[in-house]
C-alpha cells in the first residue's frame, strides 16, 4: 500500500498435503494473486513442485511458484529483523492480523527450535520476495491478438477493472 508492506489477511489451512495445495491454487485464483514464494527448507521445498504439477493437471496457467530463503541468515536473525521491520512501520499490520502476529512475536523464543513462527516467517520473507520477484508480482495482461477487442474507429479497447 503506497510502497508500504502490508499483513492484511492471514489464511490457515490444516489439511493433508495434496488438499493443501489445492487450497492455495483456489486461493491464488480468488485473489488474482500471481506469485506464490515457498519457503526453500525441508518440506516446503517440495511444495513447490507440486503446486506446478497441480497447476499443470488443472490448466492453471497464471500461477508462478519460487522458492525463497535466508540465505546464511539465522532463524533468530531473521526474527529480529522482523522486528525491527515492525518497529520500524517497514511492515504494516492490519487490524485483522494485528493480534495474532503480536502474540507470535511475544511467544516466539530463541533458545527453543519449535516455535509457532508461520506467520512471522511470511512476513519476514515478503521483503525479500518484492525485492527478488518485483516483476513476477505485476499481475500479467494476457489477451492475443484475435482476442482483443477493437472500437469502430479500429481503436483497441482496453478493458477496465482489477488486474
Given at each position: 500500500f503506497d510502497g508500504e508492506l502490508v499483513?492484511?489477511?492471514t489464511f490457515q489451512f490444516l489439511g493433508t498435503a495434496p488438499a493443501l495445495v489445492h487450497y492455495l491454487i483456489d486461493l491464488t485464483l480468488e485473489y488474482n494473486v500471481p506469485l506464490v514464494a515457498c519457503e526453500a527448507y525441508g518440506y516446503q521445498r517440495t511444495l513447490v513442485?507440486?503446486?506446478?504439477?497441480v497447476c499443470e493437471q488443472r490448466g492453471v496457467a497464471s500461477l508462478h511458484v519460487v522458492p525463497i530463503d535466508r540465505g546464511m541468515k539465522s532463524k533468530n536473525a531473521a526474527m529480529l529483523t522482523l522486528l525491527k521491520a515492525v518497529m520500524k512501520n517497514e511492515i504494516l499490520l492490519h487490524s485483522r492480523v494485528r493480534s495474532?502476529?503480536?502474540?507470535?512475536?511475544?511467544?516466539?523464543?530463541?533458545?527453543?527450535?519449535?516455535?509457532?513462527?508461520?506467520?512471522?516467517d511470511t512476513m519476514y520473507y515478503a521483503p525479500l520476495v518484492v525485492l527478488m520477484h518485483s516483476r513476477d508480482i505485476l499481475l500479467p495482461l494476457e489477451a492475443?491478438?484475435?482476442?482483443?477487442e477493437l472500437d469502430s474507429a479500429g481503436e483497441l479497447i482496453i478493458p477496465t477493472g482489477d488486474y
Open positions: 499483513t492484511s489477511r513442485q507440486w503446486i506446478d504439477y495474532a502476529v503480536l502474540k507470535q512475536i511475544r511467544d516466539y523464543d530463541p533458545l527453543l527450535r519449535d516455535n509457532t513462527d508461520d506467520l512471522l492475443s491478438y484475435a482476442e482483443l
